[in-house]
């Protein structure tokens, strides 16, 4: 069984819809928690990190938390575009989970 | 200006061959890394370099052998080349080992073994 677990494996939503994608982790040691997009094709792209006291961060219109205690991290997207359209990825210390297929539709 | 940059972009062999795969950065960054993506799209750390120094060497069979020249190159060599090679890898890079600053990431060599 894989230490960083995502939920939903893919998602489709409309344009301007709000979404939240999940990740549990059972990965210790912590050192930190990172979410990434990856568009087809291109290489992951780093969104926000969090260390083990934060337990939220923006960048624009992404927003994840971190509940260390239950060993969950969210990453809500707010008013979502065509260009949200991508893999997220969330990544415990070094271990990497499969990712959230995100599609928006118009 | 690319900041991660890794060539070639697609490289297709037939088993047993010997290729490399190369990576520079133009960041200034002190760890490079080497990360494989299977087919079921999960990314695993291969081989982490600090200053030039072997860092992470992840279970990774002795066929492939990391080389960085210097603190702005990683290069990997692939030796006898297996079908379960096809995937792929991807390089990256950070200002500093442990640090809580983002990896850059290039944008991958798509390595298919016939």
């Known amino acids: 069984k894989n230490q960083v677990e995502q939920s939903p494996q893919s998602l489709i939503i409309l344009e301007g819809k709000n979404c939240t994608l999940q990740c549990n982790y059972t990965v210790s040691p912590f050192s930190n928690l990172r979410w990434y997009k990856q568009d087809t094709g291109r290489g992951p792209v780093s969104l926000t990190i969090m260390t083990f006291s934060e337990n939220t961060k923006s960048n624009g219109r992404y927003t994840a938390t971190l509940d260390a205690d239950t060993k969950q991290s969210s990453l809500h997207i707010t008013a979502s575009q065509l260009s949200d359209s991508a893999s997220y990825i969330c990544?415990?210390?070094?271990?990497f989970g499969a990712g959230t297929r995100l599609t928006v539709k118009p | 200006d690319t900041a991660v940059s890794q060539t070639p972009k697609y490289l297709v062999t037939q088993m047993g061959n010997d290729k490399s795969i190369k990576c520079e950065q133009n960041?200034?960054?002190?760890?490079m890394y080497w990360y494989k993506q299977d087919s079921k799209k999960f990314l695993k750390i291969m081989f982490s370099?600090?200053?030039?120094?072997?860092?992470i060497n992840e279970t990774v069979p002795n066929r492939f052998s990391p080389k960085s020249p210097d603190k702005a190159h990683l290069n990997l060599h692939i030796n006898s080349l297996e079908l379960g090679d096809s995937a792929v890898y991807f390089c990256?890079?950070?200002?500093?080992?442990?640090?809580?600053?983002?990896?850059?990431f290039g944008d991958g060599t798509r390595l298919s073994i016939l």
């Open positions: 990544v415990v210390s070094v271990r």
């Open positions: 990256a890079s950070s200002q500093e080992w442990g640090s809580n600053q983002p990896q850059h």
């Open positions: 960041l200034g960054h002190d760890t």
């Open positions: 370099y600090n200053n030039k120094e072997l860092i």
